[in-house]
């Protein structure tokens, strides 16, 4: 895929030198008075111009009627006048040599009537001038380090912000300020914040690559309602994946009733979720399903700590009890829990006669009487048990001071020895407790499975980071490649032109009579199976249409006549085109494989096992065309049914690498085709025992023409 | 069921007029010191008197050699001495009248050695004297209103309790510990709390009991590691239920390796996780699986606001984000959210226009300009959109004082008018925005998934509490019904006695020769499956010990002639009884239905459905027989796989009523013969089109004496 067209730096957005307030008010109170109020009183360290024509002074600063008036050179405008006047600001603007806008303003595409002209025309100035535009009807955008607050947000007064390592954009400008009150509530560390509203220019794909870019921001959370343009977002996840920055996006609709709230809320067209779920995965981003779970992760990945090189996890607790809670948290998030070794386990029970040294390893509440048996333990674990990353579960111990202090330092000195280990506290602690841990870059968590999550979250990034070495190509697209039909065609041509691209098919031929169809049994060898081939009967098996286990010329007559009757009967409109004669299939696993047309991410594959069980259950994982054999795999691994791939009730297990190399080669063709193509169904695609490859039972593709 | 033989009351652990303290200590930081420190300092309204031969004064108040020189009658001891003291001790209450004693001491099974012997003489004293032993290796009890700390936990240290109606129950003493610190850092009232340890004498079941008895207790909040004595755990969660508490339990060891750090900390054994699952569900306990629902769910259950009497959620809501966020999660726990009625919605459309009016309701960020929006906003939702509970997401509005204060008022206006309603609020919150709801009795939840998810807790007691009138008694065991065999006998002897249980079973007949064979099809009606018969070959598919669609004399005959050679072949050493000639199955949905001998539970039902699935997926339901057929009906809503029973792809919807039938009726019979019957198996139980009832295929029963 080529590089998006480049667009002009977001920086003079973030970093400006000077802001200008195009309907500054001297009301505080007022969406033109707050901001300048509060860059005011946090202390943003460039000059300050309100531009208002009906005022010579505005909260004690000299206001001008525009911008030409201004004595300096101004790369930031704040923009909070009426809809109607936001134009000729953003042109007065842009003739002034101002690089980057602020339109807090509402009353555009979210209302609806002139107001969606009015933002159409702002994209327009956006694309003519470069000067990058956020909003309309945003909340603006913050640069803690800067002391920068370019919102009217109520949760920005008073500052009370930290700097730190986390930059978030929110396309919802409520979420954006509920995101700011809590990250203020948590006492994270925030860097950049921006909310993009109606994004007439500036969108959230646009931010996520600043940040990538931002030597400061190490963690990049993100609320996305829905995305406008595929490349953009798709460049933006690469480059962040590229810079090792961490993502944690909140995208809502998971549920029809959600999907409804947010189609409601914004006039952008979703995608269907399962795609999204599916375009997080392949770029490493990962999804938080509620609010704790987003800054969980966000304040997790932005720890100075290592990210844990496995996902062996190492549980120290001082209840037995909550230990195997973390223990369950642990088996659902897919993290490894593997034993001490047997000597190891010794070592500990001498320390503590009545500990529990499996893992989790149980110190007890004895911890309370010797504190000491914290260091021993841990370094005992960390030296035997090698785990990558170790929770340790501490009760309330912090919140005693003195005990708090205490294991912090006995942390601290183990650390030092082993400084490629990841390790996370979990304790009630008081605040000056907390914040001697947060000093010390230790994470610490009140609540032990949400420690756990966290260290999964961890794992996750590991994993990515380690992934980034390792290039995924798409395979080649085999040369004599056929383009896909301009028409639907019958199951043996579409499966003509499958098999040009890579994909594996039944040997198979279309007999137009009784003597053809006995030849072919011949020359394919007996049993085969005999199937009505028609472009306009997409289940054949409902109406009769397909006899299996015929075994002789005999059997290859009658089923040829019984099948044009059956056609004939039930399907009278139906254009046939002959009877398909078949190998008939040895046994393996029946599993599905198509390709959709995804009105944002264009061609989308879809891959499940098992018939029925992807309608009933829904177990399916979707990718974004193309992508290459690790990716394939990636997808096979999501799905539930991969069980039956790896073989239940003493059946072998099945050839994986044939069928991942399928999913990619079909990934292939599909992206060379995005635009013929309305949808392909490989169902059922047969996976053979492991060696003898995959085999298309049946195919159908959809021309884009013919949808 | 009868009730189990009743046991002397708690009543003198928790509600003792005196108190005597064995191993009184002067130091209060020792085990025997710290419960009298306690006492002292948190106001206990009874005498207090210290017993330890060593000293005539401790912690300024006198003390005794033994019970004998107390002058007063003492109802509860707290136990502190030496382990090998302990049961002298006991003898010393026990001889003096004392009705009730907490043993915090260790040293007993969970170390080995001779304290196994003493604890088991602790069992006896009890029984012999009706003294109630908590303990041994207990952290002790609580009883708030009272001011009785008996006690060591550090986390109980200053009290800092407040009177409420949670009762909480915790085999784990580390556990409970860190419950009560949790319970005063969120400010949760709390009435009763006791922590089990060793179990000698009471036990978790004992406190669920006297908690359901309690009424002063309206929440009973548990954490269990295994049940001792299936009888009284049943007696005391239908009591429970009976009485309208609302349970929630915290059940460790759902993964491999959590259960196997709960065996490696107690010396109980667990019974499987997934029969657990299916107690709870059969009595409405609530299972959190994380310490925040643990408390997030006893929080809500506390409330004094009326249950919701249906699954009828609305969302208001400052942000469509958070609204779509809320929707996803109440999808996930399964409560319903349909829309505000069409002319609502334009009600709510006139009151802000670019509101968002269906459900969620989305005031948008303008209720921060005009605060009555909520007001008018939310009559509407529950005059018009008759919602049973409704949560309120109010972003960061809280934390100013007189916002918060105006949305309570407003809040308790209108439910003023609608006082059988629900309603939760969830909205960063100042402590005394906080506590000013709290007072109020309004549920206030910082994070908004959790609210939900409180709400689907609330939904769930408010139909537990519908349920509880609708009594679900077991069908009658029919009278023929034939006792279980007590060998293993092949499939058609087994389907006999099913089929006088009454489970519906296949026609079909042993034939012993292939005149037998061809006259057994003639009666049967052709087509019919041919299947070899045997009480040694389980799986008889799998050497092709089934033989479909035979379809004449002569298909018969070879048939009959095959399947004798390849059990000869392949299972030369089996007994074979003949050959099954059998109805060929009519076509239907898959499930499979077991009973399987639980060692704690008994006799426990499986219903799973689809074959392979149920192994690949485990989706599967348990429950303990017996049980009537709302309970049957319980479990099929419960797997996955029910999607499959309603008809996919084109198939009529599933008999459903008589597969409920089904289940309730093996339950029964499997109740009855409990002691008997190791495993059933009854795969398949094919579910045949609505009104057209189940049959079963194929059933295997192993006797408990074969196992």
Redesign the interface.
Known sequence: MPPPAARPSLAPLFDPRAIAIYGASSDPSKIGGRPLDFLKKSGFDGPLYPINPKASQIQGLPAYPTMAAVPDAVDLAIVAVPAPAVLAALEDCAAHGVRGAVVLSAGFA??GGPGVAWQEEMSALARRTGMRVVGPNCMGLINVRRRLLGTFT??AAGFGLVPGRISVV??????G??CL??IR?RGLGLNLWITTGNQCDVDVADCIEHFALDAETQVIAG?L?AAADKERLFHALALARERGKRVVI?K???????????A???ASLAGSDQVYEGVFRQFGVLRA????EFFDTAYAAASPAPLPQGRRLGVLT????????M??????VGLD?PPMPEDAQRRLKALL??C?P???V?M??QL?NDLTLFERNFEVMLQEGRYDVIVAFL??VG??TELGRGILEQLQTVLQRFPDRTVIASM?ASTEVRQMFEQAGVMLFD????AVRAAGALVHYGQQLQKRALADMPPPLPAGALPPPVQVVNEVEAKTVLASAGIPVVQERVAMSEDDAVRAAADIGYPVVLKIASPDIAHKS?IGGVIVGVRNAAQVRAAFRTLRERAHTYAPAARIDGVVVAQMAPPGVETILGVAHDPVFGAVLMFGV?G??V???QDVAFRVAPFGVAEARAMIEEV??K??LAG???QPPADMEALASAIAALSVYAAQHADAIESIDINPLLVLPRGQGVLALDALIVPRSAA
């Open positions: 979210e209302v109520p949760s929110s396309q919802s400008g409520a979420f300020g509920y009150s809590l509530q609320y309602e909140m809502v609709g998971r549920s029809e009733a959600g999907a409804h709230a947010t409601s809320h914004t399903r509620s609010i704790d001082v209840s037995g009890g909550v230990g195997a809670l223990a369950d948290v642990a088996a659902d829990m006669p009545f529990g499996r893992n989790p149980d007890t509440a309370v009760s309330s919140l005693v009630l609540e032990p499975t949400r409902e098992g029925v069980f309608e009933a259950f539930r049914g069980v039956l239940v009730r003493g």
